[in-house]
């Protein structure tokens, strides 16, 4: 096999590795920003429970009180009907201080009952804001899984591609050659090959060997000693001018 046609064939493999790996990492992007956005959706809807919830509960306990309120009035209703129809001072008396305590007692139950109307109230002026937080995430869910949808077929089709390209620029190795690449590329993937800057392998930047060089001139298969990636010419205009 001619220098220029093992340079060529390698970065033409290490360019459709790449394209490859972006393709996957694409690919599985998708789902990840359909589940992040599902995420962002699950917390909005919490949310916006827990001020319903708020708003539910302040109401009940307010509802609560308003119960015992009525009872307290009524026991009120009760105590001055025996006040008036008592016949010694001294029950008249007590009586009085007992029906004072209640109605002290009656105020201080309406007012606990006006501030948890008002913290429902407040509660509750919180629902909207939350419910377009709900419905903005949502949207932007539906949208998200749409476009995800449509870029994976799509991404697909573009797999399937270069994945032939692969094949084919891969069928125009010598079986020598063919060996060490698979093997490379089985434990590296994309990151098996390189092109060389200079002096230097293009994956790691350690310095390759002269006689290194003078064997990639020669069209021989090498390998980067420090960190085994098959390597290729990295000047594709004196390639193209060996050709």
Known sequence: ??????????????????????????????PRQVKACKLQLATAEASLAEILQRAKGLRMQADQKQLQLR?????IVDLEGKRNACKTNREYQTLEEQIAADQMASRVLEDEILELLERADAAKAEAPAAEQ????????????EAVVSQEKSEIEGELTRVGASLAEAEGELAADVRSTYDRVVRGKGADGLAAVEGESCGGCFQKITGNMLSELILGRLVACRSCGRLLYSGDTRSSAEDA
Do not use: I
């Open 71 to 75: 009872s307290a009035e009524q026991k």
């Open 1 to 30: 096999m001619a220098t220029t046609s093992v340079t060529n064939t390698l970065r033409t493999l290490h360019r459709h590795h790449q394209q490859l790996s972006d393709l996957h990492g694409r690919l599985e992007a998708g």
């Open 133 to 144: 937080l709900v419905s903005a995430a949502r949207e932007r869910l539906s949208g998200k």
